[in-house]
């Protein structure tokens, strides 16, 4: 049923028959939207205290308020609101997920992977794996990978053959690790699903190194979830998927848009999104799993892992990994692979330290330090656009004004998460339209320029951690034509966060050559 007729069922009060009929016939299943516990809490053990939880996102933090439906003082889950209020007397529906055993699947081997006319590149056939199937390999051959990605790709799908459900080795693995340290897959039968992190540095070409992936699932007959923090992402995502997986269902959701009510093979989301499901995928993609607002969210933690069908597995992606991540991978418990270098082949570039006193008594003084200044103006001259990261927003337009009266003849601009027309001033920055650009960790994701240099002002602030830092200096250098990018950190201290960065750069960079994935 196409979105629209749906959306006329539920205005017309149509629905309510279709519901029972779906129930009846086992393809739905219906419950309350808030779960409640009996629990007993010292001292007073004898006393039972009923707490609820919602169903939806997991999450305790409710309100009460009188109920037009119920009658009664009925609490609501604060957590999910903007998707729509789930009270205590709300009507949850969970769709029963359809078996693929029976369905002809389009994707048949035997036979080769093939790039048809138009360049897209799709097997031409497949069913699930047989003894005349095919190997691992054919699902990397297609799709042009560096030597370092066919690596990561190729260790993934081992990982995805070997704990296919009913495979031997399906058991056992951890599950989705949270962002305190444990492990928090959801149980089914006693075991919890499977992860394995992908530990990508920026710019290595995450997206390509899932399309092996998805190739394999979906020629296995599986649905597969993409969970991205942005919604930049998901819009960038889906016309390059819709080229290489012609023929195959493609779904995007996110706040506002318009496949709400849509099913694909694949479904490609902002994270919060996956509260919209349960057991539904049989493999869930996070990206940037140490991302806002993925990190240290309960509720979205919650929704990944109930979004997973039982047998399910989880492969996740980072270039900063959170220490928990880090932790679980360096000990074995989680299944990971690094990929140390960009597909370029070049060395990621190395941060350095240039003296600087605090961006406010350079803002009060109304001059840059020579040092910096002299910085600014080399990248200048070499042609590079640049990207200058403080750690405030208030900062953003007083470094605008004062850098617009050093060069009055270069277009400069500011943004930050309050800007409305942040949008607007990132594309004329891809457009070489803007020659610097001044901005906080808003944007030290996403977004890509051919040929930039990165100063990063106050890298001794304490807003700014490891992670951030990377993740900044990785906008430098991401362009075989410019792969040697600057990166400068301004500040008068050097913090363990920038030692961090760097040992952690300078690491992968050893990695890299070490495993000779590097050009020079």
Known sequence: MEASGKAELLENGVWKAYIQLAYLNGDITLTNGLQSNQMRKFPAFWRRLTTHSCRRCGSGKLHFTPCYHCGTDCPYCEECLTMGRVRSCTLLIEGAKGSCEGEEDVYRWPG????????NRCPKNSTRESENGPTLEAYLHPWGLSPAQTEASKEALTFLSSTSPGSKDAAGKVGLPRSDGGS???????KTAPSFLIWAVTGA??????????????????KIAIATPRRDVVLELQPRLMRAFEGRSIVTLYGGGSQTWESGDITIATTHQLMRFAHAFDAVIIDEIDAFPYLNSAALEFAARKALAPGGRYVLLSATPPRAL??????????HVTVPVRFHRHPLPVPKRVPAPPLRRILRSGALPQTLRARLEGSLERGAQLFVFVPEIKLVEPLVGLLQGLWPDKVIAGTSSKDRERSVKVTDFRGKVTDILVTTTILERGVTVPKTDVFILDADSSLFNEAALVQMAGRAGRSKDDPRGLVFFAGLENTVSQKGAIRQIKKMNRTARKRGYLLD
Request: no cysteine; proline share 7%; glycine share 14%.
């Open 326 to 335: 880090q932790r679980e991978a360096a000990s074995g418990r989680l299944p």
């Open 184 to 190: 928090s897959g959801i149980a089914h039968s006693g």
């Open 112 to 119: 080769y992977v093939k790039e048809n006319p138009r360049g």
């Open 205 to 222: 070409g995450k997206t390509e190194m899932i399309f092996p992936l998805l190739q394999y699932e979906l020629a296995h007959g599986r």
